[in-house]
């Protein structure tokens, strides 16, 4: 049974930082392209950042960049999300995704597996 379980969220003012964590477990995980998505109220399902299998090469959405860092560590199963600069537009809910598929897909409908979201939100 393959499960991908979310922690790291909270509450943390304007310019502040977070980081996120995802484990798996039954899967191989190295075998995964890891994404993270997002979710506010009243909003689809965007996609935050993605990272190849070795972690060699990363994705970002636009409004991110230069603020939040994706990482993984093989070793242990778990891939990061290093939140920086935080405003309160990354107020959502923030989940993790794996794909098996070979590249990072930025469409949630991609992914195979999906952890139960970790709630962030950014006060002014």
């Known amino acids: 049974q393959v499960q991908l379980v979310e922690s790291g969220g909270g509450l943390v003012q304007d310019g502040g930082s977070l980081r996120l964590s995802c484990t798996a477990s039954?899967?191989?995980?190295?075998?995964?392209?890891m994404g993270w998505f997002r979710q506010a109220p009243g909003k689809e399902r965007e996609f935050v950042a993605g990272?190849?299998?070795?972690?060699?090469?990363?994705y970002y959405t636009d409004s991110v960049k230069g603020r939040f860092t994706i990482s993984r560590d093989n070793a242990k199963n778990t891939v990061y999300l290093q939140m920086n600069s935080l405003k309160t537009e990354d107020t959502a809910v923030y989940y993790c995704?794996?794909?098996?598929?070979?590249?990072?897909?930025?469409?949630?409908?991609?992914?195979?597996?999906w952890g139960q979201g970790t709630q962030v939100t950014v006060s002014s």
């Open positions: 995704a794996a794909d098996q598929y070979y590249r990072v897909m930025t469409s949630p409908r991609e992914y195979d597996y």
């Open positions: 039954g899967l191989t995980f190295s075998n995964y392209i």
């Open positions: 990272i190849t299998r070795s972690g060699g090469t990363t």
